[in-house]
């Protein structure tokens, strides 16, 4: 029996419409949720995410500034920049978009970043909350996850989730979340030996390294979810997963699609935290 495609469209749009309610009552008692998108230089990929996020913003109330920066900016001017929107009352939310220039350095630029606005999560001070189960900003990708398994009924509690990748975006703080949840997390990386005899372990498992169709139908136990947050475009330009997707969807209880599902999930998570951040400043506000 081939595996539930997980319906993203339709998360995605159910929450949208949630974070749209809570704008909106924000808004009409004048704290409307707002959130700066900094580029720097021209990366085409880069241009299109920044776009999409504007788009995301003014579907569900929130107000959005885009600054588009040139090439040459320099990491101080970039600093400056975020001091002021560190201090505009009308910014709750900062996000600085990946990749940067090489003269530039990124974890610098985030350290600036004052973590009630860092909607991200990627400050150490919100990493650090994260990692002791403190309530505030999640990071986009992994709290999008997360929110995939609960709205599609999948119990997290007791199960062996297995994380694929240990980057700093998504490895970890997945591996974070899972624990949150009361998951059992196993993670996995380039450096492990036997991959595929633990992958097979996993009721959950959650794929993020990168390399196009890196896990196959033999990874898999049967009956597992299985979570594809890979972005990877082939040679033929048909943008791919981590999964294999054909193989793997006749094995897996639930997969999730790319593109379609993790993807937009992300923004819609960069939208959660931008008016959660709005809320908090709010409450701040009244009770000083």
Sequence with gaps: MSAQVINGKELVSSIREEIRSDAAALTAQGNQPGLVVVIVGEDAASQVYV?????????VGIYSEVHRLPEETTQEELIALIHGFNANNRINGILVQSPLPKHINEEAVVDEIDPAKDV?????????????G??????????GVIEILKRTGVAIAGKHAVVVGRSNIVGKPMAMLLLREHATVTIVHSRTPNMEEITKQ?????VAVGKAHLIKANHVK?????????????????LTGDVDFEAVKEIA????????????MTITMLLRNTVDAASRAAQANVSV
């Excluded at 776009?51 to 579907?59: E, V």
């Excluded at 403190?134 to 986009?140: A, E, S, V």
């Excluded at 996993?202 to 959650?206: E, G, Q, R, S």
């Design 51 to 59: 776009r999409n996020k504007a788009k995301a913003c003014d579907d």
């Design 120 to 132: 991200d999560c990627f400050h150490p001070i919100n990493v650090g909350n994260l990692m002791i």
């Design 134 to 143: 403190k309530d505030g900003m999640k990071p986009c990708t992994p709290h």
């Design 202 to 206: 996993a009721d959950i498992l959650v």
């Design 222 to 238: 049967p009956g597992a979810v299985v979570i594809d947050v890979g972005m990877n475009r082939p040679a033929d330009g048909k």
């Design 253 to 264: 209880s639930a997969i999730t699609p790319v593109p379609g599902c993790v993807g937009p």
